[in-house]
């Protein structure tokens, strides 16, 4: 009976031992498995997307695109650059100024290819690399063009062209003086001093045509001269192509004569018929006080007290 017992109460002893150890695992699954739960994802829509920010122009800036006025088109700068190249299918060589770019014989103005597009005149190209002045071109001033007052500049226009330069009109004191050989003078702009005539003999000397040149019969034409010395009031100017008279002029110090070449012209006294040919440009100065009588192409001028021609000949066709 003791033996049994002996027996018996180990073996209810591994029987617990061994519930215990089975219960404790099943414990342990239990909470080591976690329920699945469905959690929704959000997705934003406020992140921008790449490709989707055109400007006014189309151009996709977040891909690099910019606007390019000169070329009208979107370009990236670091794959093509933002200006018009200077290309000619002519054959000509065309050199363009500064601010405007060739296509083909023409010369545009950089703003041309602008928007809005500005109103610069385009200018032609020629085959010896030069063009066409897109400004007007003036005369220089004759040597008294301002005698009494003061030169200024002329400015420029609405295309950015140089104007001729402007004479400012100044106004002296209406005192007089009297010189060492009698005379009066009143005061010369634009100092407002009293300038007695010099002793000095007159001249004259033929600036254009000088030579070289060539008139067209029916075109405008202009003669210029240089002047020194004392010159009276009264002193003329007669112009002479060779033989033929172009004109006379009662102020000395105009220093320029705009005309008409005409086909036909007085020799002396006797219209003649002008022809092509080589001709120089004769000035003579006259002291308005001799009459020569009738007949002499000096009748009522005086006597020669100036002369000069051109240099070399120029032509006339």
């Not at 342990?28 to 989707?52: D, F």
């Not at 151009?59 to 200006?83: D, F, M, P, Q, T």
Request: hydrophobic share 35%; charged share 15%; with cysteine.
């Amino acid at each position: 009976m003791n033996s049994q017992k002996g027996f018996v109460i180990p073996l209810i002893i591994a029987v617990v031992a061994i519930l215990a150890v089975v219960g404790g695992a099943l414990v342990y699954q239990n909470k080591a498995v976690a329920p699945v739960v469905n959690i929704p994802v959000q997705i934003s829509t406020t992140t921008p997307l790449v490709g989707g920010d055109k400007d006014s122009h189309g151009c996709i800036g977040s891909a690099g695109y910019s606007w390019c006025a000169e070329k009208n088109k979107c370009l990236r700068v670091w794959e093509e650059k933002c200006e018009v190249v200077a290309t000619s299918t002519s054959p000509l060589s065309c050199t363009c100024p500064e601010g405007y770019v060739a296509s083909e014989t023409i010369c545009n103005p950089k703003c041309f290819y602008s928007t809005p597009r500005c109103l610069m005149p385009s200018v032609m190209c020629t085959n010896n690399s030069t063009v066409v002045d897109p400004c007007p071109q003036f005369m220089p001033p004759a040597p008294d063009f301002c005698a009494g007052g003061k030169i200024v500049n002329g400015g420029k226009d609405a295309n950015g062209c140089q104007m001729p330069p402007k004479c400012e009109v100044i106004a002296c004191t209406m005192d007089a003086m009297m010189c060492p050989d009698g005379t009066y003078v009143g005061r010369s702009a634009p100092d407002c001093k009293f300038i007695c005539p010099t002793a000095s003999n007159p001249s004259v000397k033929v600036l254009s045509p000088n030579g070289g040149e060539v008139w067209k019969i029916g075109t405008s034409q202009r003669v210029s001269w240089g002047y020194n010395g004392n010159i009276p009031s009264n002193y003329k100017l007669g112009i002479y192509l060779n033989s033929f008279r172009l004109g006379i002029i009662d102020n000395v110090k105009l220093g320029i004569y705009d005309f008409i070449l005409p086909n036909e012209l007085f020799v002396g006294d006797v219209v003649s018929t002008l022809t092509s040919g080589s001709y120089k440009i004769t000035i003579n100065m006259y002291d308005g006080e001799v009459d020569l009588g009738n007949g002499n192409p000096n009748y009522n001028w005086g006597k020669v007290v100036a002369t000069d021609s051109s240099n070399n000949y120029f032509e006339v066709k």
